[in-house]
């Protein structure tokens, strides 16, 4: 509990640095910062990540998100265009180190259309050293949501993973997500099941934040 609480404090600090300005004598930096509660039938464990985009630049931080005590560092390219379609195209490569230990080659997509909007993480790992016998040495990851906006403030759809859960090898799991937002904080609850393995719940909080530099 101490880390959640640790990790919540970190969360709504980095409201705190967030500056807003019209000066094109001024560099401007898109934060993301998000918490990702995972809550399994045994176990439970926080996520967070961070992202900072600047034009095309851009650059990513997780842990927990490939693997259980792993942390992961990625940059990559923004494409980013559309009028009624817009999308943001972001081919990365990365690195993982902890409990697993390996590059990785990924990609961010986004695309909104009215009211519809689809989202996805998706990566190759490059296992150097294959954590236990039940590890497949190299995997495919994807986290991938749509969703459709019903009103301002209500967002519902599904979502697919193929990740390793907790205490699991790759597996596909399928499941539900309701968003909302409340003071500039996304709120997103999904549940999520597959044939293999038990359902888990995660619960996301995510900001959006500008700091702007001379």
Not at 91 to 113: E, K, S
Not at 139 to 159: C, E, I, K, Q, R
Request: aromatic letters at 20%; one cysteine or more.
């Amino acid at each position: 509990m101490k880390i959640s609480l640790l990790g919540l404090g970190f969360f709504f600090a980095t409201g705190i640095l967030a500056q807003e300005s019209d000066s094109t004598t001024f560099s401007k930096w898109e934060h993301s910062a998000s918490l990702n509660f995972n809550f399994f039938q045994d176990a439970f464990y926080l996520l967070p990540t961070y992202e900072v985009n600047k034009s095309h630049l851009h650059l990513g931080a997780r842990y927990n998100y490939e693997d259980i005590n792993t942390f992961s560092g990625w940059v990559g390219y923004n494409f980013m265009g559309g009028d009624h379609l817009a999308y943001v195209i972001t081919p990365m490569v990365g690195g993982l180190v902890g409990r697993t230990n390996a590059f990785a080659a990924g990609a961010l997509i986004q695309l909104d259309f009215s009211r519809f909007s689809f989202y996805s993480e998706s990566e190759y790992v490059f296992d150097i050293v294959a954590y236990g016998n039940d590890y497949f040495s190299n995997y495919f990851y994807t986290w991938t949501d749509m969703s459709y906006a019903l009103t301002d403030w209500l967002a519902v759809g599904l979502s697919v993973q193929n990740l390793r859960t907790y205490q699991s090898s790759p597996d596909i799991q399928r499941g539900l997500l309701v968003s909302t937002s409340v003071k500039d904080v996304d709120i997103t609850g999904y549940f999520y099941s597959s044939l293999t393995a038990d359902p888990f719940f995660i619960l996301t909080l995510s900001k959006d934040f500008d700091i702007v530099c001379k």
